[in-house]
Nanobody
Framework: QLQLVDSGGGSVQTGGSLRLSCTVSGDTDSNYCLAWFRQVPGKDREGVAGMASDGTRNYADSVKGRFTISRDIAKNTLSLQMNSLKPEDTAMYYC?????????????????WGQGTQVTVSS
């Protein structure tokens, strides 16, 4: 069983940057794909970026070139550097883990979730 704790959200203006972090504990000897999702009220959870244990990355088209996902296997941490933020990036962000490795950026493939951290971008 995995436990994920995410942090780093906040409020910024358009064009600003934030860095989200996720600490993974528990059964970390297994290979997992880790990812970031986001959700706004009334909408489905959307995959933002994912990274498999072999380093393979994938991004949603809406964040390519602006967001960078990184992972420290030894420290069991996952990060998301978000630059050039836009108001449409406003959401609750969740880190997630999947035993599918790599995994597509679909919430149904991920069985472990952090508690979420809020990102708000004002215009």
């Amino acid at each position: 069983q995995l436990q994920l704790v995410d942090s780093g959200g906040g409020s910024v203006q358009t064009g600003g940057s934030l860095r989200l972090s996720c600490t993974v504990s528990g059964d970390t000897d297994s290979n997992y794909c880790l990812a970031w999702f986001r959700q706004v009220p009334g909408k489905d959870r959307e995959g933002v970026a994912g990274m498999a244990s072999d380093g393979t990355r994938n991004y949603a088209d809406s964040v390519k070139g602006r967001f960078t996902i990184s992972r420290d296997i030894a420290k069991n941490t996952l990060s998301l550097q978000m630059n050039s933020l836009k108001p449409e990036d406003t959401a609750m962000y969740y880190c997630a883990a999947s035993s599918f490795n790599p995994a597509p950026l679909k919430a149904s493939f991920f069985g472990h979730w952090g508690q979420g951290t809020q990102v708000t971008v004002s215009s």
